[in-house]
């Protein structure tokens, strides 16, 4: 009795293990589409609040944003990351992308599917 209940626990314990492991069957938080960005100290994003910010540029960077919480809430405003790696993306949601602060071009704003 006791092998069997010991296979019935290890049997349901390797099956959830599987299915904890398994690649998601849709993708989410994935970026479909990116826009060039125009930096701007007034005016938000055109596609709306971003998945992440990607740095093009052939060297490292400042960028000055707004980033906002699920709500639409800004949650922070100006916010300074430095010398961002050329190739390397903010995984945020950004809202505004500041021309005060910010020296790099070739910047693209994820955005998931529409």
Request: hydrophobic share 40%.
């Amino acid at each position: 009795m006791r092998s069997l209940l010991a296979v019935i626990v290890a049997t349901l314990f390797l099956s959830t293990m599987a299915v904890a492991d398994a690649p998601p069957t849709s993708p989410t938080n994935q970026a479909f589409k990116a826009l060039a960005v125009t930096t701007s100290d007034t005016t938000d994003l055109p596609g709306g609040v971003t998945l992440g910010l990607y740095n093009g540029n052939s060297t490292a960077c400042n960028i000055t944003m707004t980033l906002q919480n699920d709500t639409g809430t800004a949650v922070t405003s100006g916010t300074l990351w430095a010398n961002v790696a050329s190739g390397f993306t903010i995984p945020a949601r950004v809202k505004r992308v500041f021309a005060t602060g910010t020296n790099c071009g070739n910047l693209l704003a994820l955005y998931p599917s529409p």
